[in-house]
Nanobody, 117 residues
Framework: QVQLVESGGGLVQTGGSLRLSCTTS????????MGWYRQAPGNQRELVAV???????NYADSVKGRFTVSRDNAKNTVYLQMNSLKPDDTAVYYC???????????WGQGTQVTVSS
């Protein structure tokens, strides 16, 4: 059974920081491209940060310089360090895994991040 479980969301003031974690099970973590997405009310889900197939990272322009994605293959976990948070960062944050060989995608259940002004 595949599980992606996000944690670390919460309420923070503008300028604050949060670290999200996504712990996976049931997938071969090292073979999966991992990424973070977010969805604000009334908006479509958008990419925040993702590892590419060659291991490099891509970020949405809106979070560059503030957010950092990392992964620990030994712990089957991907992280999103979010600094200098803004109210526009308020959203539900989702973890996604993609296996480029089987083309299988899994999503976590999401974790709410709320940034107060």
């Amino acid at each position: 059974q595949v599980q992606l479980v996000e944690s670390g969301g919460g309420l923070v003031q503008t300028g604050g920081s949060l670290r999200l974690s996504c712990t996976t099970s049931g997938i071969i973590f090292s073979m999966n491209v991992m990424g973070w997405y977010r969805q604000a009310p009334g908006n479509q889900r958008e990419l925040v940060a993702v590892f590419t197939r060659d291991g490099s990272t891509n970020y949405a322009d809106s979070v560059k310089g503030r957010f950092t994605v990392s992964r620990d293959n030994a712990k089957n976990t991907v992280y999103l360090q979010m600094n200098s948070l803004k109210p526009d960062d308020t959203a539900v944050y989702y973890c996604r895994s993609w296996n480029p060989i089987t083309r299988t995608i899994y999503w976590g259940q999401g974790t709410q991040v709320t940034v107060s002004s």
